[in-house]
């Protein structure tokens, strides 16, 4: 972060000094407390189970710069202190200002599953021309957006930042905040269904992403399946200040970057990508579908920004998933496929398909918890991922053990176990289903697990690794 003085942070987000001196200098944001230290902003958020402010006499302690502060009553503190009615909206502001100071393209990654994925290949891209910055751990959120904004420096030449939401109304911030120039939909499924009512509404507050694009504006959008006339019918062109030149991708027939030729390889998967004006062949040391059309988009971007090709695709082969989000661990000759950071009926989808990608050879375990913020659709959808267990059954793509955990998922246990022989069983917590799987599991195996981060399906990767 550039430091800025402690009298333009005033200005930027319409505050009050309280006490101290304006021309001090600022040169990092904080929320959480600990991590306060000399130069810095404290940001005390307001949550359901703590508000922070009770942190500031701490923070300041410690040699904090600054803080903020709603209650207008606290003086005579170290450092400085800045009044704002509202804590949050106060740094989404100042980082709308300091995003501001830097005339860098940004790209934005919206979508119901796979953004940081396609984030992490984009960046993996942009990085071999380009100073990077992209979002780092789980900062795509109201707060988490803001405070990458403070990750930009005088050396930086591209952004790539997820932009997450779950309720209307935010991506309007998000847009506000990150501004920018090219967007990406990976796909609109049913997450935080919810809360956002119906695909269509998903569709629409994510489409809220193209908002700020001026006349050179261009949205890519994943072309496969029924997002096309999801995308058309729904994105919110008008609200567009200028205008947006919306682009498919993926590896169905009608998109401007497609690819097909698809195969698995003992090491990861290829295919050939067809752009306009050429073809190259693409190795990815990942598997599934989903990780096709990542790598696909990220491509398209290069041909954008006039990344070489051939660079880019070497960064794309030495992609390895994160925490998480894909990762395979080995223990004695099983393979544990950790994807728990999150989960969607859709991803999940994509996960069991890609799980018989992974190896002709040995049984295929699947271990599955509940997907939250489905609403009244809940049971609805959860009996759509035990349909597709026996779809993919049908094409000889078979589980040899199902092991569900959670109210939800347990409709996923009833539609298998009512529609096959597949071997399932239905598990009260993470310890019991660790247990089931360890039960059953042997050399060669390759399993799943996955759910919804408030599930807590790490601790099932934690059991089944342990020594």
Same mark, same amino acid.
């Given at each position: *972060?550039?430091?800025?003085? $402690?009298?333009?942070?005033?200005?930027?987000?319409?505050?009050?000094?309280?006490?101290?001196?304006?021309?001090?200098? /600022?040169?990092?944001?904080? $929320?959480?407390?600990?991590?306060?230290?000399?130069? %810095?902003?404290?940001?005390? $958020?307001?949550?359901?189970?703590?508000?922070?402010?009770?942190?500031?006499?701490?923070?300041?302690?410690?040699?904090?710069?600054?803080?903020?502060?709603?209650? +207008?009553?606290?003086?005579?503190?170290?450092?400085?202190?800045?009044?704002?009615?509202?804590?949050?909206?106060?740094?989404?502001?100042? %980082?709308?200002?300091?995003?501001?100071?830097?005339? =860098?393209? /940004?790209?934005? $990654?919206?979508?119901?599953?796979?953004?940081?994925?396609? #984030?992490?290949?984009?960046?993996?891209?942009?990085?071999?021309?380009?100073?990077?910055?992209?979002?780092?751990?789980?900062?795509?959120?109201?707060?988490?957006?803001?405070?990458?904004?403070?990750?930009?420096?005088?050396?930086?030449? *591209?952004?790539?930042?997820?932009?997450?939401?779950?309720?209307? &109304?935010?991506? +309007?911030?998000?847009?506000?905040?990150?501004?920018?120039?090219?967007?990406?939909?990976?796909?609109?499924? /049913?997450?935080?269904?919810?809360? !956002?009512?119906?695909?269509?509404?998903?569709?629409?507050?994510?489409?809220?992403?193209?908002?700020?694009?001026?006349?050179?504006?261009? !949205?890519?959008?994943?072309?496969?399946?029924?997002?096309?006339?999801?995308?058309?019918?729904?994105?919110?062109?008008?609200?567009?200040?200028?205008?947006?030149?919306?682009?498919?991708?993926?590896?169905?027939?009608?998109?401007?970057?497609?690819? +097909?030729? =698809?195969?698995?390889?003992?090491?990861?998967?290829?295919?050939?990508?067809?752009?306009?004006?050429?073809?190259?062949?693409?190795?990815?040391?990942?598997?599934?579908?989903?990780?096709?059309?990542?790598?696909?988009?990220?491509? %398209?971007?290069?041909?954008?920004?006039?990344?070489?090709?051939? &660079?880019?695709? #070497?960064?794309?082969?030495?992609?390895?998933?994160?925490? *998480?989000?894909?990762?395979?661990?080995?223990?004695?000759?099983?393979? =544990?496929?950790?994807?728990?950071?999150?989960?969607?009926?859709?991803?999940?989808?994509?996960?069991?398909?890609?799980?018989?990608?992974?190896?002709?050879?040995?049984?295929? =375990?699947?271990?599955?918890?509940?997907?939250?913020?489905? &609403?009244?659709?809940?049971?609805?959808?959860?009996?759509?991922?035990?349909?597709?267990?026996?779809?993919?059954?049908?094409?000889?793509?078979?589980?040899?053990?199902?092991?569900?955990?959670?109210?939800?998922?347990?409709?996923?246990?009833?539609?298998?176990?009512?529609?096959?022989?597949?071997?399932?069983?239905?598990?009260?917590?993470?310890?019991?289903?660790?247990?089931?799987?360890?039960?059953?599991?042997?050399?060669?195996?390759?399993? !799943?697990?996955? &759910?919804?981060?408030? *599930?807590?399906? +790490?601790?099932?990767?934690?059991?089944?690794?342990?020594?």
């Amino acid at each position: *972060m550039k430091p800025i003085l $402690i009298a333009d942070i005033v200005k930027a987000v319409g505050g009050r000094l309280l006490w101290g001196d304006g021309s001090n200098m /600022v040169d990092h944001v904080v $929320i959480d407390s600990r991590e306060a230290a000399p130069g %810095a902003l404290f940001v005390p $958020i307001i949550g359901e189970r703590v508000d922070a402010h009770r942190f500031i006499p701490d923070v300041l302690e410690k040699g904090a710069a600054c803080t903020f502060t709603s209650d +207008d009553s606290v003086k005579g503190e170290p450092g400085a202190g800045i009044y704002v009615e509202d804590t949050l909206r106060a740094l989404q502001d100042l %980082a709308a200002w300091y995003r501001a100071q830097f005339q =860098i393209p /940004v790209i934005g $990654i919206t979508g119901s599953v796979g953004k940081t994925t396609t #984030k992490e290949m984009i960046a993996a891209v942009m990085e071999t021309k380009f100073q990077t910055v992209k979002t780092l751990r789980n900062l795509n959120s109201q707060i988490g957006v803001a405070l990458m904004m403070f990750c930009l420096e005088d050396d930086t030449e *591209m952004a790539v930042y997820e932009m997450g939401i779950s309720m209307p &109304g935010e991506m +309007d911030h998000l847009v506000d905040i990150a501004r920018p120039e090219t967007a990406v939909m990976t796909n609109i499924g /049913v997450s935080h269904i919810g809360n !956002l009512g119906s695909r269509e509404k998903i569709c629409s507050e994510k489409g809220k992403i193209i908002t700020n694009f001026s006349n050179s504006g261009k !949205l890519y959008i994943c072309g496969n399946g029924d997002l096309r006339e999801l995308s058309a019918s729904c994105i919110p062109y008008g609200k567009c200040r200028g205008e947006c030149e919306t682009i498919y991708y993926g590896t169905e027939p009608g998109c401007l970057y497609y690819g +097909d030729q =698809i195969r698995a390889t003992g090491d990861g998967q290829s295919f050939v990508f067809h752009y306009p004006g050429g073809e190259t062949e693409v190795r990815l040391t990942v598997m599934g579908a989903h990780n096709i059309n990542n790598a696909i988009v990220a491509l %398209a971007l290069a041909c954008q920004y006039q990344v070489p090709l051939e &660079g880019a695709k #070497k960064a794309l082969l030495a992609y390895q998933p994160i925490a *998480m989000r894909g990762v395979v661990k080995e223990i004695h000759g099983v393979h =544990i496929i950790d994807d728990t950071y999150n989960a969607s009926p859709d991803s999940i989808n994509s996960n069991l398909h890609a799980l018989f990608d992974y190896s002709l050879t040995g049984r295929k =375990i699947a271990v599955l918890a509940d997907v939250l913020e489905l &609403g009244d659709r809940s049971r609805e959808l959860h009996e759509g991922i035990g349909r597709y267990i026996l779809e993919e059954k049908r094409q000889g793509r078979e589980l040899a053990f199902l092991v569900t955990v959670g109210e939800e998922a347990r409709a996923i246990h009833e539609y298998v176990s009512a529609g096959s022989d597949i071997p399932a069983v239905h598990c009260k917590d993470n310890a019991e289903a660790a247990q089931a799987v360890r039960d059953r599991m042997a050399e060669g195996d390759w399993i !799943l697990v996955k &759910g919804s981060r408030g *599930m807590h399906m +790490d601790e099932v990767v934690q059991q089944l690794i342990k020594e």
